[in-house]
């Protein structure tokens, strides 16, 4: 197990910063931003997201993400980013990078989700093109995978501005909001053009 603990290459978190978002990976000072945040945009991100844990906005659900975004890490299996505005002053919303998967496949998938007070305003797309190249010139990934909800107008815009392609569909994929729901497949790869 040591063995091919240490042939998974380890990359270390940076903050990716564009014109307009910073990213950068969540600290335990950053739990009052991301609870007050989570806590005010609930009723906007219900219909697209996990039903949430009973004690999801608490300080020790907060500590228990890190510790498996701590694991995630240092296994190069998760990438986690909270987004800020450029000067890294107002937290936004959050943006993760999870299933790496190594081998021939050389994939991993983007989740993401924005605070309701910050929602379009292009700071999401923002941070989506700006976390593409450490996908690909840092992780030596070929392909950024993403999901969306067929009704969400707003998730599919925002990938298609950011460069991914519709490449399917697939009937009950994900359980967002209590319910098993279907949802729109789309993918950017390595050597597609990056707007």
């Given amino acids: 197990m040591e063995f091919l603990r240490s ?27 991301w609870a007050s945040l989570r806590a005010e945009s609930r009723a906007f991100l219900a219909p697209w997201e996990p039903l949430w844990p009973v004690d999801d906005l608490t300080r020790g659900a907060f500590r228990r993400r890190l510790r498996r975004y701590q694991r995630e ?20 919303g959050g943006l993760t990078l999870s299933h790496v998967v190594r081998g021939v496949t050389q994939s991993c998938s983007l989740g993401y989700w924005m605070g309701a007070p910050h929602a ?22 070929h392909r950024l995978e993403a999901a969306c909800l067929p009704h969400n107008a707003a998730s599919i815009r925002l990938l298609e ?16 909001d209590g319910r098993w729901q279907d949802h729109l497949l789309y993918a950017i790869i390595s050597d597609d053009p990056r707007p």
């Fill in 120 to 141: 379009g305003k292009g700071l999401m797309t923002a941070a989506v093109r700006a976390v593409i190249p450490f996908v690909f010139d840092t992780l030596n990934l």
């Fill in 7 to 33: 042939v998974v290459p380890y990359h270390p978190m940076p903050e990716i910063r564009s014109s307009t978002v910073l990213l950068r990976p969540p600290a335990m000072a950053d739990f009052p931003a």
């Fill in 73 to 92: 890490m240092r296994d190069s299996t998760g990438y986690p980013f909270l987004v800020f505005t450029a000067d890294g002053r107002q937290l936004v």
């Fill in 161 to 176: 501005k950011a460069g991914f392609t519709r490449e399917g569909y697939a009937r009950r994929y994900l359980c967002i």
